[in-house]
C-alpha cells in the first residue's frame, strides 16, 4: 500500500528557501506571487494491507522521524 | 581524563576535535556510529561535520543511530556531552537540548571568526575560565537557533543560556547576530549544564600562530575543571 506525506514548516518559522523560491519566480517575470513555502514530500510503499493500521505506522514515522514537530507540521494523505 | 569522539559518516571535524583533546591532555578515543557500548569516558563530544550528508534534516539520522542510545545514558547519569556545530543539530534532534537550528536567516553558508559572550560561568565548561569574550570561528549553513516561546522562557529561567553572539568588548546586539539565531543564541546547556551544545568551533582555535588561541583556553580550562 502506497501512503504519501507532506512535511511542511509551522507558520510562524523562517522559510528562507521558499523566500528565495519566490524571489527568483519574480526575476522569471511570474508575478501576483504572494508567498512562496517549501515543503517535502514523502511516498511511502508500505506492505500492510489493513488502511488503518499503515496509517498509524506512517504516523509514527512522521512523529519519530520524518517530522520535526518544534518546527514542521506534517500531514498524511490517505490511501486509495 | 578519558574522551571519546563519535565518528559519524560524513562527520569531517572530528580528527579537528580528537588533535584538540590530545594537545590539552585528554586520552581520546574514536568511536564509530554503529558500535553499541561507549567506552569509560569523562567526556563524549558529538564532532562537526555532515554527518549522513544532511540527509532529511541536519543531525535527524545520527540522532536515530546506534551509539545514540548509549550517549543519551551516559548524558542521562549526568556525563558531560559536547556537541559542537553537526553534533549540536545532532543533540537537538535527540530531545536532549531543546529546539532546532534552521537554515540561514540569509540564505548563506557563513565560514567566519565571530566573537560569543559566555552567558553563565557555573559549569564545568566555564568555570574559572579567563576570558568573558571567545573569539571563535563558525562554518554553517544551518546555524540559526529556534525554540518555541515556552522553551525560551524556561531556559532563561533555568540560566541555560551557554552563548551569545556579540562584538569583541560583548556587547550582545541584533547586528552581530550572524545568522538570525533567536536572541543571539550560540550555544545552549541542558536543565543540569552537563550537556552542551554550541555552532562555534573551539577545536579550531587552538595554534596561535595558524587562528587564535581561545580554543586552548576552552579546552585547558575545561581540562582543569574535570581534574
Redesign the interface.
Known amino acids: 500500500m502506497k501512503i504519501a506525506v507532506i512535511v511542511t514548516l509551522k507558520k510562524d518559522v523562517l522559510d528562507p528557501q521558499g523566500t528565495t523560491i519566490k524571489k527568483t519566480l519574480e526575476g522569471m517575470s511570474f508575478n501576483n506571487i504572494n508567498n512562496i513555502r517549501q515543503g517535502k514530500y514523502f511516498e511511502i510503499d508500505i506492505d500492510e494491507k489493513n488502511k488503518k493500521k499503515a496509517e498509524e505506522k506512517v504516523n509514527e514515522m512522521c512523529k519519530k522521524l520524518l517530522a520535526n514537530l518544534v518546527i514542521e507540521d506534517y500531514k498524511v494523505v490517505k490511501p486509495e | 581524563m578519558n574522551s571519546s569522539v563519535i565518528v559519524f559518516p560524513g562527520s569531517n571535524c572530528d580528527r579537528d576535535i580528537a588533535i584538540a583533546l590530545r594537545k590539552f591532555g585528554f586520552k581520546n578515543k574514536m568511536i564509530w556510529h554503529e558500535d553499541v557500548e561507549l567506552p569509560k569516558s569523562d567526556l563524549v563530544v558529538l564532532p562537526g561535520g555532515f554527518s549522513y550528508g544532511d540527509y532529511?534534516?541536519c543531525g535527524?539520522m545520527a540522532s536515530?543511530s546506534k551509539i545514540i542510545q548509549s550517549v543519551i545514558k551516559f548524558a542521562n547519569s549526568g556525563g558531560l556531552l559536547m556537541g559542537i556545530c553537526n553534533g549540536f543539530q545532532i543533540l537537538t534532534?535527540t530531545s536532549l537540548l531543546p529546539?532546532?537550528l534552521?537554515?540561514?536567516?540569509?540564505?548563506k553558508f557563513i565560514c567566519k571568526n565571530v566573537f560569543v559572550k559566555i552567558n553563565n560561568i557555573e559549569n564545568n565548561y566555564f568555570k574559572n575560565i579567563k576570558k568573558n569574550v571567545l573569539n571563535l570561528h563558525i562554518a554553517h549553513n544551518e546555524g540559526?537557533y529556534?525554540?518555541?516561546g515556552e522553551?525560551m522562557k524556561e531556559m532563561q529561567e533555568n540560566n541555560q543560556i551557554a552563548l551569545l553572539y556579540c562584538d569583541e568588548k560583548g556587547e550582545v546586539n541584533e547586528k552581530y547576530n550572524p545568522n538570525?539565531s533567536s536572541k543571539n543564541i550560540a550555544g545552549i546547556f541542558s536543565r543540569k549544564k552537563n550537556i552542551l551544545g554550541m555552532m562555534p568551533h573551539p577545536e579550531r582555535m587552538i595554534e596561535k600562530y595558524l587562528s587564535g588561541e581561545d580554543g586552548s583556553l576552552f579546552f585547558e580550562n575545561l581540562l582543569n575543571n574535570l581534574k
Open positions: 532529511l534534516r535527524s536515530k534532534e529546539g532546532v534552521l537554515r540561514n536567516k540569509f540564505s540559526n529556534f525554540c518555541s522553551q538570525g
